[in-house]
């Protein structure tokens, strides 16, 4: 049994919406949360709106999302000068300056900046490579935030297509 597109659509639309906003929240996975709206409503309306194939493209672009953590620092080690050690400092970091400082982006950019700082003037005490690395870690929190919000973004755009042209 399928919901009237009177329903399902405009309330499927508007919680992927919330999903896609709920993505600038660093600690909450946008893509997953707007996949798993996706998921349901794929489950609830038995596919007949969402086709596989979108659903296939939307899981791995919700995939390459929710592992952008860790691929994406890997970056910085060959681009930006940035330390495997240095790389992980920032993602500890950033995972701390989200709960001291609880104000969204802010706490988590902190604290990705002050951890590839400080792991890295550990490593080669060198103030001047040290803040390098803040620079880099700032540069590579930017991406990945970036790449987490587009994510988002590009799963909604993809379960329109499917919705708009399976109607």
């Not at 659509?9 to 709206?37: A, K, R």
């Not at 493209?57 to 000068?81: K, Y």
């Not at 400082?101 to 604290?111: E, S, V």
């Not at 390098?132 to 990945?144: D, H, N, T, V």
Request: with cysteine; aromatic share 10%; net charge neutral.
């Amino acid at each position: 049994m399928t919901l009237p597109v009177d329903l399902f659509v405009p309330i499927t639309f508007i919680l992927m919406i919330i999903g896609v906003f709920l993505s600038l929240i660093p600690v909450l996975p946008g893509s997953l949360v707007v996949w798993l709206i996706a998921l349901a409503a794929g489950l609830i309306d038995n596919f007949q709106r969402i086709t596989p194939p979108a659903f296939v493209v939307m899981t791995i672009i919700m995939v390459v999302s929710q592992l952008s953590d860790f691929w994406l620092p890997f970056f910085g080690v060959r681009a930006g000068g940035l330390t495997c050690a240095a790389s992980i400092g920032s993602i500890i970091g950033g995972m701390v300056g989200t709960f001291i400082i609880p104000i969204p982006l802010i706490g988590t950019l902190l604290g990705a900046v002050a951890g590839a700082l400080v792991v890295d003037f550990i490593q080669r005490q060198n103030v001047d490579t040290a803040v390098i690395a803040g620079k880099e870690a700032a540069r590579l929190f930017a991406i990945g935030y970036a790449v987490r919000f587009i994510s988002s973004a590009m799963l909604f755009v993809v379960f329109v297509i499917s919705v708009v042209t399976r109607n």
